[in-house]
């Protein structure tokens, strides 16, 4: 085998295992800003008093949801560390936080917007880091 040869495998064999090599974190679904929890969007992220934290289900649904849309889980995403994937009645997946599910305020207008916090009898808060 000639040497060129050798160095052309060798050099192949390099790029298939860079490839494939494994990430060694995964991307959050959601990061701090102005000590809340805020989506890709940065807009703010809200916790509801009534889902049960580490249920793996979130309560809020139908019209609820309409108001305070979840953060969705993209299909190619996996829980990692403090964020977990909660289940939906429609069967969607939405993310969560220390167990507790995230949800939009449809009522925020613009990144930085809290308007949820403390919504119905204080059942709704802006998630904190």
Known sequence: ?????TF???GSVLLAACTMAPKTQA???ASAMNGVLVGPNQMTLYVFDKDAAGSGKSVCNGGCATNW???LVAAS?????DWSV??????G???AYKGRPLYF???DAKPGDKTGDGFLNNAWHAAKP
């Open 1 to 5: 085998m000639t040497r060129l040869a």
């Open 8 to 10: 052309s495998i060798l």
């Open 27 to 29: 991307e959050a679904p």
């Open 69 to 71: 849309p979840p953060l």
């Open 77 to 81: 995403a996996a829980a990692s560390s």
């Open 86 to 91: 909660v289940s939906r009645d429609d069967g």
């Open 93 to 95: 997946k939405q993310w």
């Open 105 to 107: 305020w449809s009522k």
